[in-house]
Structures are given as C-alpha cells and as structure tokens.
C-alpha cells in the first residue's frame, strides 16, 4: 500500500498543490484537503493513466448517493489506494 | 459556424470510433457582431472561440463514440495554445482524438489547422445523462444535419 499511497499523494500534490508532507494516509480528500469535485477528476485522469486502470467514480459515486457505500470507502486516502490496489490486481490478473 | 449561438461546427468529414478520432469543418463568418468588438479594423476570431471549437468538436466525437446516448460537457481545458490569427471567411479543420476515456469524463486532444496549425488544447468533458430530452432531440438533429449520425454508421461498417 505504501508504495501506491506514495503516487497518491504525489499525484495529489501537484494536482492541488498541497503540500506532500500534508497528505497522509487516514485523510478524507473532500474534508480534510479540500479537493473539489473538478480537481478530483483530475486527479483520478491522472491516477488512471499512472496505474493503467479505470477508476470507476461514477459507480462509486453512485453507490454513495444510494447509500451502499459511505463516501470514507472511497474518499479516504488509505481507502482509495486499497480501491486502486484491487483494481491493478483485477488488471494483472 | 452561428457565432451568436455558439454552434461552431457545420459538418463532420470524418469520425473513426476506432481510432477515436474525429475531423470537423468550421467556416468562419465573414461578418459578426463579435468581429465589430474585436477588433475594430482589424477582426480576429477570439481565442476563447477557438477553445469552444475544440471543444465541440471534442464533444460530438464523444458522442459519437457513445452513440449519441449521453452527453458531454465542457469542464476543463489545459495547455492551450494560439499559435495564428484566424479572420472572418477562414475554413478551419477542426481534429480532436481521446486521449483518455474515463469513468464519467473524458480527456481529448484537440488542433484547429487552416494552412498550418492554428492552436491546440488539452479539454476535459463530463459525460452525463441527457439533462433535457429537448436538448437530446436537438443534438440529435444537428448530428444528422452536419452528417455525424452518416459518419458514425460508416464507422460501424468499415468495423464489421
């Protein structure tokens, strides 16, 4: 986790310009950095053409906005990159 | 081109779903209120103009890839670059391909050429549902008449 946590947090770093050192693993991207929805996807073009996958945001956000999910599972640092491990394992597979 | 109602693209040459390409014509007016502002005796195409260009283009390629079942819309644009006037009158050949598609977005590339490149971009969309069947059906006729829907059923033959 640590080494997909690392590209993370850069990709976010010089996505929103917050300072990495700032960035760790238990924090929430809306709440505790602030990143905005247009930002996120950024963010997530930016992730998906690093890692080679297809984050899907829109059946997250589906499932948050239909109550099947909380929106911690995929907003929180550590959560996510557990989301991108499972999809990078799905694509080596 | 209709400058006062932002309809910047008249006809599609080419589409390759493919290849994710696509190749659009727009032909520049020769006379506009908005060249009466910019600028007086000596009339440019604004470059804001030149990036809503790209950008439709960029939106009816995407419709075209999703078969006209929902719609893009304009949400970022990065490293954009005018690299030449383009006055009233001008023909302008209007290329965008994917650059990624993601998951409820997509990021195309996008040039503008009439004797050499006239500027290029980087354009992110957001793809939705279509908000209004008004807007469907009217997107759906602009598809037909400016020969996207043709373009996009040859596509599928040159495929199969």
Not at chain 2, 87 to 96: E, K, M, R, S
Request: with cysteine; aromatic share 8%; glycine share 8%.
């Amino acid at each position: 986790m640590s080494s997909t946590f690392d590209i993370v947090a850069d990709v976010i770093s010089e996505t929103s310009e917050i300072p990495r050192e700032k960035i760790t693993p238990e924090m929430h991207a809306i709440d505790d950095l602030g990143i905005d929805s247009l930002d996120f996807l950024d963010i997530v073009f930016a992730l998906d053409k690093k890692f080679g996958i297809k984050i899907p945001l829109e059946q997250w956000t589906q499932e948050v906005n239909a109550g099947k999910a909380s929106v911690e599972e995929y907003f929180v640092l550590k959560n996510l990159c557990a989301h991108i491990d499972e999809l990078i394992a799905k694509k080596n597979a | 081109m209709r400058l006062e109602y932002f309809q910047m693209i008249d006809s599609v040459v080419a589409f390759d779903a493919a290849a994710g390409t696509i190749h659009a014509k727009a032909n520049v007016p020769e006379a506009s209120p908005v060249f009466e502002g910019h600028f007086p005796g000596y009339p440019i195409m604004p470059g804001v103009l030149l990036i809503e260009t790209m950008a439709q283009a960029s939106g009816f390629l995407i419709l075209g890839m999703n078969g006209l079942t929902r719609m893009p819309f304009f949400m970022g644009v990065q490293k954009a670059k005018f690299r030449k006037f383009v006055g009233p009158g001008t023909v302008l050949d209007v290329h965008a391909r994917i650059e990624h598609d993601g998951s409820g977005f997509t990021v195309t590339k996008a040039r503008i050429e009439h004797d050499g490149p006239v500027c290029d971009a980087e354009l992110t969309l957001r793809i939705m549902d279509f908000p209004a069947e008004e807007l469907r059906t009217s997107l759906l006729e602009r598809a037909a008449t400016m020969g996207l829907s043709q373009a996009i059923a040859t596509s599928a033959g040159e495929a199969t």
